[in-house]
């Protein structure tokens, strides 16, 4: 256990290491955060619009920054010729695990990130069930994470790895982008945790299902 561990933590170490050094992904992600969110309030022009809105508003702001900076989790192994060295050095779910860490914990970053700019920039936006709220960004980051991470190592193997990323992604994330979008506004409104009991339960369930499909496959992927 303690030698799975270790290579999970080297392959995390990499990416935040590289990340850090190059900051392509964080550059590139806040900088349309910041762009999007104020385009919106500009386009608002301090009118207060409905949860429904700020909810799918919101959405459009985590799916496209992850589609802008979270797809070269994998391009930049092939780009950079590392790829070889990491599959000499660590097994196929090393690689996997180490990979949907490192792009869960930037994904809610991020995520988070987007949320605080949003409330600051757009008025009228109250969070009534911060719990909601928050375990929603947290399980969605984590659903964004398990499809993403699968999708990039799908592209990084194709030529127009740039085109083909939103459009393999966007039907796997469909499904957590609906229940995202309706719980987030439950959230907004300030409904019961109770009442989105299901609805987190389909997330998680989403997350799961995607992460041990990634698992299953992962293997046939990195070593094609």
Known sequence: MRYFL??????????IYSELRSRYAFSS?????????????????????????????LWIVIFFGAMTGLSRTFVAEEERGTSLLLKLSSKPIHVYIGKLLYT?????LLNS??????????????VKNQLLFWTMILISSLGISACITAIAAIISKAHSKGSLFPVLSFPLLLPLTLLGCETISMALYGARFEDAFSNIIVLISYSIVMITVSIMVFEFIWND
Do not use: C, H, R
């Not at 270790?6 to 990499?14: C, F, H, N, P």
């Open 104 to 108: 869960f914990i930037f994904g809610l």
């Open 113 to 126: 990130l987007a949320v605080l700019l949003f409330q600051v920039f757009i008025s009228g936006i109250i």
């Open 29 to 57: 992600m806040i900088l349309f955060v910041v762009i999007t969110i104020s385009t919106i309030s500009f386009t608002m022009a301090g009118d207060t619009i409905s949860n429904e809105l700020a909810s799918a508003l």
């Open 6 to 15: 270790s290579k999970i933590y080297a392959v995390l170490y990499k990416e």
